[in-house]
């Protein structure tokens, strides 16, 4: 797209995630990488999903990973992104008895964050999960933190 001189560069709608950051918080060191996994058999995602590592811990050799990093293209991907963390939440943890008290959290760099409690999905049915992707996609689209009772 040619600007006229003077003129600044269009910037991306303030609604539109540039990028998403993954975390995982509970017992579960190799969750991001089978997360990370999971993910890139999507074709939208595939290329986008990336390894994030801390510093190493004193005493060891390698860094820990802190989080998955995904670049998004359009808002159509985050609703990808939303339903493989739920399938892959379902997945992973949907069968463990006691449940899991893993969190995963969804947070944009527009500002929104979304997370979910690994044990809820268990109890939920499809089309309840099928909403709550729905919704927790719009959210993140729209830059907006939900409430602690929303959801």
Same mark, same amino acid.
């Given at each position: ?62 860094? %820990?990973?802190?989080? *998955?990093?995904?670049?998004? +293209? ?9 339903? $493989? /963390?739920? @399938? ?13 008290? %893993?969190?995963?959290? *969804?947070?944009?760099?527009? +500002? ?9 999905? $268990? /109890?939920? @049915? ?26």
């Amino acid at each position: 797209m040619n600007v006229p001189p003077g003129q600044p560069e269009p910037q991306p709608p303030a609604s539109r995630p540039a990028g998403l950051v993954i975390t995982i918080s509970g017992p579960d060191p190799d969750g991001l990488r089978d997360l990370r996994s999971w993910l890139t058999q999507e074709d939208e995602l595939h290329g986008r999903v990336a390894l994030l590592e801390g510093r190493p811990p004193p005493g060891t050799l390698g860094a %820990a990973l802190e989080a *998955l990093s995904v670049s998004v +293209g359009s808002g159509g991907a985050v609703s990808v992104i939303v339903a $493989g /963390v739920m @399938s892959w939440v379902r997945q992973r943890y949907g069968q463990r008895r006691p449940a899991s008290t %893993a969190v995963i959290k *969804l947070r944009c760099t527009n +500002g929104a964050s979304v997370e979910i409690p690994a044990d809820i999905l $268990g /109890v939920r @049915s499809p089309a309840e999960i099928n909403a709550q992707i729905r919704q927790l996609a719009e959210i993140l689209n729209a830059g907006q933190t939900p409430h602690a009772d929303d959801g």
